[in-house]
Structure formats: C-alpha cells, structure tokens
C-alpha cells in the first residue's frame, strides 16, 4: 500500500522501523506500568510516530488506521478506547521529573509545559517568536521522542518558514541538547564539512555533550556531503573522518567510560 515513489521518496520499509518502536518500548518502567492496557497504549503511540508520522495524506493515515485496529483487534484482548491513539501523547518532560516516558494527562497540560520552556529558551537565547499551536506542539513531541533515543534522526519536510528550525531547536532544548549547524559559504568544502564533524563527534562522543547536528537542504552544496550524512544515519561513523592516530588518542579518552560500561579493552569494540 505504501510504496516508494518520486514524491514519497521516504516510504522505505525495514526492519528499523521495527526496532524503532520496540527501542520506544523500552523506555518504560515497571513502577509506571502497572496495567497491560498502558503498554499498548505505549505500543499504540510508537507505530504511530514510526510509520503514520511518515505518510504524506490523511488518505494514507486513514489507512494505515485501518490495518493498524484490525491487528489491534485480532491480538489484543483489550476494547478499542484503550487503544485509541486520539490524545495519545508520550513524553518524557510532561508528566514526571524523572524523564520517565509516559503519557501526557491532557493537552492543556502539554500546551502549559511547552508555553513555559518556549519562555525559559527566549530568555537564554536568540528569541523566537513561536505561535505554539496544537500540531506545532505536537511536532515538538515527536522531535523530543526522536532526541531521546540513541542515534535518533529526523528528516523535517515542509515548506519553507514554516518554523521546522525552530521547532527542532525548541525541542533540543526541552531534551537539554546543544544544537551545531553549519554556516555555508561560497567556498565551503567538503573538507570544512568534516572539520565540523570532527568537532561534533568529539564533542558528543569523546565530552559526552548531547548534541542536535541541524543542516538544512540549501546547505548541501556538495553532493559529497550526502555520503558523509548518510554514514552518520545509518550506523554512526564515517571511516575517513579522523587519522588513525586521532583514533587512538580518542579512544584512550573514553577508556575509563568504557570499561565503566562493561565494553570490552579492544578498538574494535570502542569503535
């Protein structure tokens, strides 16, 4: 039903897709879940966010609502407003202090959270002035689910102006991320490139600084720079970004963090 095309370049399918909404799962905390209906629920709002948040049209998401309650309904002893994704919202900064990832009580509530870090970013940082209506603040939602998970990335589509930027930098700053971005010149090069990515590697790898990478699409002067982009996505590191001789000084500095989390005294498995 959702197959790739020219305009729906992003319909890949795979098994990330998968992992993605069990990685979402994992986040929960048994103190919290205490009833099997709040893990479907928790289920119910991660294929959405995997796979509807993808689709183009109402049509499409009318659709996938389709397939989606009939699984529901065929493997899930449970009534259909148990499951509902209407109001369905998770977070990490709504409901609790502890980051726990649970839903929000209303959204009032979320609007009121979001209203009150939007003031405390504008008075640290270059103002924004946001009009935080109710699809804005749930496209804040989703960039924060993103941020929390490791490697998490987004592709933002939309028109221009329509505060994709902003949104992203509201949403790092709710989930404590430092936003980088380049500023693209005339003879920006590849090379100007991976000196950035050098710098955001060892600041979120080797300082472990959490850190939002935002580039933009006019910003790809290089065809180039895709590969690097790619490489980033899809598992994490680039093989020409450093010397080996780098390699190794930075792997020594992550050597006490490393053992600490039980990995074991090789490069390989550091890398």
């Not at 959270?113 to 804040?140: G, P, R, T, W």
């Not at 982009?229 to 490393?258: R, V």
Request: glycine content about 6%.
């Amino acid at each position: 039903k959702f197959l790739p095309s020219a305009v729906r370049f992003m319909y890949n399918w795979n098994m990330r897709e998968l992992t993605n909404i069990f990685q979402g799962l994992c986040h929960a905390k048994g103190e919290y879940y205490i009833k099997p209906s709040m893990l479907v629920k928790l289920f119910t709002h991660e294929s959405y966010r995997v796979y509807a948040d993808r689709l183009v049209t109402e049509e499409e998401v009318e659709v996938f609502r389709g397939f989606f309650s009939d699984i529901v309904k065929k493997n899930l002893p449970l009534e259909e407003e148990e499951v509902s994704e209407q109001c369905n919202v998770f977070t990490n900064f709504v409901t609790t202090t502890d980051g726990s990832y649970l839903p929000i009580p209303s959204m009032d509530k979320l609007k009121s959270v979001v209203d009150a870090k939007l003031v405390e970013y504008n008075e640290s940082n270059a103002m924004m002035d946001l009009v935080l209506f109710e699809q804005a603040i749930l496209h804040i939602t989703r960039i924060n689910r993103i941020l929390q998970n490791p490697g998490g990335n987004a592709m933002l589509i939309g028109v221009g102006g329509s505060g994709k930027q902003s949104l992203c930098r509201l949403a790092a700053f709710i989930s404590d991320f430092e936003v980088t971005q380049i500023a693209v010149t005339s003879s920006y090069s590849t090379e100007d490139l991976k000196e950035e990515l050098r710098a955001v590697y060892m600041a979120a790898g080797v300082r472990n600084k959490p850190t939002v990478f935002l580039m933009t699409d006019s910003q790809i002067v290089n065809e180039q720079f895709l590969v690097y982009i790619n490489g980033i996505i899809t598992n994490g590191w680039i093989p020409d970004l450093f010397p080996k001789e780098d390699i190794d000084t930075i792997i020594g500095a992550i050597a006490n963090e490393a053992k600490s989390n039980g990995i074991p005294d090789n490069p390989e498995a550091r890398l």
